[in-house]
């Protein structure tokens, strides 16, 4: 499992308290299923997309947090919005959204080799080890 504090991303710190509410989590009733999408994140074992990203800064802002790109993703998928578009827009708009994201805004729409875009095939090659078919 990868460090909490690890440089090569920013910061992601699911339970940071804000001012208002006193916690993300608190955004959301018991039971959303937002709620369960980061709670099987929290449970996945993603060191293989960790392991892609090499060490150290090659200038520009630092990727996302993986395990906040899975949420998003996974998110997004279970409410139909898989475009890189409506995820960026609900990051800002829609309160689930905004706790899997830890209230952070990102461009995800970036064509080529966008956050999303070297991402999602990150994690497509990632779901391909997993079964069997990957290097």
């Known amino acids: 499992m990868p460090r909490m504090k690890d440089n090569r991303f920013r ?5 940071q308290s804000l001012l208002l509410p006193p916690n993300l989590n608190d955004w959301l009733p018991e039971g959303h299923p937002a709620s ?20 150290g800064s090659k200038g520009g802002r630092p990727p996302c947090d ?11 998928y279970c409410v139909g919005k898989p475009s890189s578009r409506k995820i ?4 800002y708009e829609s309160v689930p959204f905004r706790v899997l994201a830890t209230d952070q805004q990102t461009r995800l729409r970036t064509s080529g080799n966008g ?4 991402f999602r095939g ?4 990632c779901s391909e080890y997993a079964r069997g078919r990957g290097p």
Request: glycine fraction near 6%; include cysteine; hydrophobic fraction near 40%.
């Open 11 to 15: 910061p992601y710190e699911p339970g």
């Open 36 to 55: 369960f999408v980061r709670d099987v994140v929290a449970g996945l074992d993603l060191c293989v997309i960790y392991d892609a990203y090499a060490p």
């Open 66 to 76: 993986p395990r906040m790109m899975t949420g998003l993703l996974l998110n997004a």
């Open 88 to 91: 960026e827009t609900a990051t």
């Open 115 to 118: 956050t999303s875009t070297r």
């Open 122 to 125: 990150c994690s497509f090659r």
